[in-house]
């Protein structure tokens, strides 16, 4: 399943809202400095979507704040 997500790093409190089936918007605490922001949003998500991190994956937008993420089931 290929999801897009709009990252909001550096934010204050860890969440992920749901805008409909295939747009979301993940916000973490951890600022977009080497990798740290996508690694918090991949386990958000890998949390939310109750799958293991290793099933995430960034597909594109490594330094975007718009993603392309695949969640592997």
Do not use: D, W
Request: proline letters at 4%.
């Amino acid at each position: 399943m290929k999801i897009f997500v709009k990252a909001k790093p550096n934010s204050k409190e860890e969440k992920i809202e749901k805008i409909n089936e295939q747009n979301y918007v993940v916000f973490v605490k951890e600022p977009p400095l080497q990798g740290r922001a996508n690694n918090a949003i991949k386990n958000a998500l890998a949390v939310y979507f109750k799958t293991g991190s290793s099933c995430v994956k960034i597909i594109s937008g490594h330094a975007s704040r718009n993603k392309i993420v695949e969640i592997l089931k």
